[in-house]
């Protein structure tokens, strides 16, 4: 949006420049591509709100954020643009914040210039004389506190000549909390500095929640497009190792930099730090988006999905065909035997559901597949699944401690590890109630958390 005329100074000179004011987006939008082929005057309003918002299901936080969100609104300026940075302090937060933007050459990277009580503005300028993906941040004191409460997000400053011409562009940012209980432990957790300093994180996250990026949060595309990812790494600890299951990074702008490397799978992202990714979405289905520390993703919450829709591609993947005696499909009930109906849905049980669908795509998707049919020989299918169904107390008991050894599911016998999964009592109880009523299982039991505390109490009785 152009507004007039502004002034920059260049030496002994007054450039006059087009004043345009920023478009800012929350996370994982980013705002279009500039076109100009001129150098501007770009206001930037931001405004720090203190709010309490959704860590995961049941657990809240009170986030300090830039712009209502976590991370805080994405950023785009043009190299040499002259930038006025207006900073805002909401009425009705309780402390003074600032920003550094590590786009800018100055004191602080504005921070000094950018201190700013409740109620209160402060203004800056700055030219964006360096092209890349920068980090910004809150740099009060102590600079840890405000990092790890949210206060953190990504600037682009754009080349002159622009990036190359993809079909979507996305903002994923990594970071950690460190919270008072355990992980996933309900009710409005408070920060714990402890842990924070022994860097001891209860979440690790893309876009300051667990599931932010998962199921209807999911990013899209389409097959035969090419994806951008802005990545960064608010920390305030620890460094990501940035990887998209299924896919290999054609292009990976290293350290947010102009020097490009090609056929990347996994790319160090620091804390305080950014990268570009690029790649082509040749074949459809769900790519996974995860910390390669693995444990981060599938037990504290760095996982995000990319789904890709459009036809199949058996020049870059086909999937293997199985023969009769390994095909694992879910049992079918004959015509004569329709599949009972499932129990209407209402209220606790559907919003349990709802959760529990969340807590599968996190923490069962990758052995059991979207669809519970399981793997061949390796997993057994959760999809109507006689040894599920004929006894619920021992599915819960496996959850929470595991089991080794030989079982037999639908008439296969299967001889895998299952391991414990860290889990809370309501987090087992809500993907109970899904999966015992999908994919042609008919449960009618309702779980709660109360049942699973029983079945963990009575296994620690007997020992397990």
Known sequence: MLLGLGGFGCGNATVELPVERAVLTPPPRVPAPIERDHPARVVVDLEVVEKTMRLADGVEYMFWTFGGTVPGSFIRVREGDRVEFNLHNHPDNKLPHNIDLHAVTGPGGGAAASFTAPGQSSRFEFTAR??????????????????ANGMYGLILVEPKAGLPEVDREYYVMQSEFYTRGAYGEEGDQPFSMDKAVREQPDYVVFNGAVGALMDERALTAKTGETVRLFVGNGGPNLASSFHVIGEIFDKVYIEAGDRVNHHVQTTTVPPGGATIVEFGVETPGTFLLVDHALFRAFHKGTLGMLKVEGPENPVVFQPGEVGPEERRAPRVPSESAPAPTPPPLEGALEESMRRGKKVYAASCLPCHQADGTGMARVFPPLAASDYLMEDLDRAVDIVIRGKRG????????????????????????????YVTRSWGNAGEEV??????REVRESGKERGR
Do not use: K, S
Not at 130 to 147: E, I, K, R, S
Not at 417 to 424: G, I, R, S
Not at 447 to 452: A, L, T
């Open 406 to 433: 030989e079982i037999v599911v639908n008439g296969e016998t299967y001889n895998q590890v299952m391991t414990p999964q860290n889990l809370t009592d309501r987090q087992i109880a809500d993907v109970m109630n």
């Open 130 to 147: 360096h092209p890349g993906l920068f980090v910004y941040h809150c740099a009060t004191q102590p600079v840890g506190l405000h990092v």
């Open 447 to 452: 779980f709660g958390p109360g049942r699973v």
